[in-house]
């Protein structure tokens, strides 16, 4: 016949931190979900825009937005330490292209508010709007002449292409 008996802390004490860790991230709310929004708003309507969002652990993918307010959007939730970054690459033609941080945790804007974060794409450039401003969309950055390219070699016997930006900034040319 076997005892029970009741474990003692003082010779688990791995068990008494796990068990208080425990009880510390339940308190924790978890972070609300926050929404990365970036709108075609340029005035000619037949142009589309690459737009095309990641972090480093999430690629969210490229897409063409056509203009008159269709948008392209993502929602996360930061993680705990603090070090949640995404950046998008927008380019509204061939002649010119922009990338930027569309949300940090540690965001260089003043008020840092941790909430959605809306990009507009217009004419002559980038504009971004946030909960916390009393104010219309700022106006961010204008537009970078030329537009990144990938130099990709689809098999050994193939020539090298060069193809307009899908995955990664290698070079501008």
Known sequence: MTSLRRRDTKSHPSAAAAGILCLVLLAIPAAEAVTVRVVN???DRRKKLLVHCKSGDDDIGVKYITAGGEDYHFSFRPNWWGTTLFWCYVAPDGNSHLS???????????????????????DDGVYV????????????????????????KLRRSDALYIVPHLLVEVRLI
């Open 41 to 43: 708003g340029l005035s």
């Open 100 to 122: 930027f941080t569309a949300w940090e945790d540690m965001d260089p804007l003043p008020n840092n508010d941790y909430s959605d974060r809306v990009w507009l794409a217009k």
């Open 129 to 152: 709007w946030r909960r916390i401003w009393d104010v219309d969309f700022n106006f961010y950055k204008g537009w970078l002449p030329g537009r990144y390219f990938v130099c990709i």
